[in-house]
């Protein structure tokens, strides 16, 4: 790859995350720590409003963008099956929200980009979710975004039922079935909750906030140190 064509890389991974680390860059343009950092300089030097440091992470100032981009055919092929495999496996208002923003991409590509995009033939015909999983699935990513607490009726694989109120942290795809991830007032613990065995749901004005220990990056990390316990013994 040219030094130039690095550069644009290098600004265009940084504007398009929170904060970019120099080791994530090196993976991804396969170059050494070394070079990034001199490229990172480079860019600063041009005038290019770079916030960060080595070892911590960079990220764009507010305020910067460059022009516009055209894809590739192989980059417009992409964002077809993408949305294409995920628009079965979303909630309806999200999956048309992905369709819509795809026919506005594709209506500004070049004819041939346009018809490579659409000639893609890759397909995900899986049957699409249930009209109340969809509906659950939605209310659920919403409240996620809104920090905004859920009273669950929920039916276990053993056929107990329970009524909690839970702090919805992240919805999670495993092939066929979706589940949240949450923090359970009721257990005092995390839980996961098939969204597909939810009965009932109901969106609280109750409004939270991280608190240390009731995080996602909490389960995770707890979820990372349950599996390297299993692996250990």
């Given amino acids: 790859m040219r030094r130039a064509d690095r550069l644009f890389q290098i600004v265009q991974l940084i504007r398009g995350r929170r904060l970019t680390t120099a080791d994530y860059l090196a993976q991804r343009l396969e170059v050494s720590m070394r070079t990034v950092y001199r490229d990172i300089a480079a860019l600063a030097q041009q005038g290019v409003p770079i916030e960060g440091e080595a070892g911590v992470g960079y990220r764009m100032r507010m305020g910067f963008d460059l022009p516009p981009l055209m894809f590739s055919k192989q980059e417009a092929q992409a964002l077809v099956a993408a949305v294409r495999l995920a628009e079965s496996r979303l909630d309806a208002a999200l999956a048309r929200e992905a369709e819509n923003a795809l026919s506005k991409i594709l209506a500004v590509l070049p004819l041939d980009a346009r018809a490579a995009a659409e000639s893609l033939a890759l397909y995900a015909p899986l049957p699409a979710l249930d009209a109340a999983t969809s509906a659950h699935l939605t209310a659920m990513r919403e409240a996620t975004e809104a920090r905004r607490k859920l009273r669950v009726g929920y039916l276990d694989l053993g056929g107990v039922k329970s009524e909690r109120t839970v702090r919805p942290l992240a ?61 250990a013994a």
Wanted: glycine content about 6%.
């Fill in 171 to 231: 919805c999670l795809f495993w092939g066929p079935v979706w589940t949240l991830a949450a923090w359970c007032e009721l257990r005092g613990d995390f839980r996961s909750f098939r969204v597909d065995r939810v009965e009932t749901l109901q969106v609280l004005d109750d409004t939270f906030r991280d608190e240390p220990g009731k995080t996602l990056a909490d389960m995770k990390r707890m979820h990372e140190s349950q599996s390297q316990e299993r692996g």
